[in-house]
C-alpha cells in the first residue's frame, strides 16, 4: 500500500516536471532550432497557445515547419521585427512577421540568441 502511493506520488512528480521543462535544442552555428512559437494575438481574443516549433535560418529569413496537424497557422516564413522589452525571467522573446505575425521565445542563454540579435539588427 505504502509503495503503491510513492509510486503514484512520483510518477506524478515526474509528469509535473516534463510538463515544467522548456524544450529547446540549438545547433552549434545557431541557425537550427527547436524553440515555442505562438501566433501573435488579436484585440479581444485569448491568447493561442505556444506551440513547439522547428526552426530553420535561411539567409534572413526564419522559416518555421511544425509537427503533423499541430499549430499550422505558424508555419511559413518570417523576419524578425522586433523584440520584447520585458520579456519573462531566463527568456527572450522575438516577434516575427511573415504572412502572419508569430512570436518566438527561446532561453537567454541559448546559441539562438547571436543569431536572432544579427537578423533582426540586418531588418532594422
Keep these: 500500500m505504502f509503495l503503491g502511493v510513492i509510486i503514484v506520488f ?6 509535473w516536471a516534463a510538463f515544467r521543462i522548456e524544450p529547446h535544442w540549438c545547433s552549434k552555428d545557431g541557425r537550427r532550432m527547436i524553440a515555442r512559437a505562438q501566433q501573435l494575438s488579436q484585440p479581444h481574443q485569448a491568447a493561442p497557445k505556444w506551440s513547439e516549433v522547428r526552426v530553420f535560418v535561411d539567409e534572413d529569413t526564419v522559416v518555421l515547419r511544425t509537427r ?48 536572432f540579435e544579427e537578423l533582426l539588427n540586418r531588418n532594422l
Design 68 to 115: 503533423a496537424m499541430r499549430a499550422t497557422g505558424l508555419r511559413g516564413d518570417y523576419r524578425i521585427v522586433g523584440k520584447s522589452p520585458m520579456p519573462p525571467k531566463k527568456q527572450e522573446i522575438y516577434v516575427l512577421r511573415g504572412e502572419n505575425e508569430a512570436l518566438i521565445r527561446v532561453p537567454r542563454n541559448s546559441r539562438a540568441i547571436k543569431t
Design 10 to 15: 512520483g510518477g506524478g512528480l515526474v509528469a
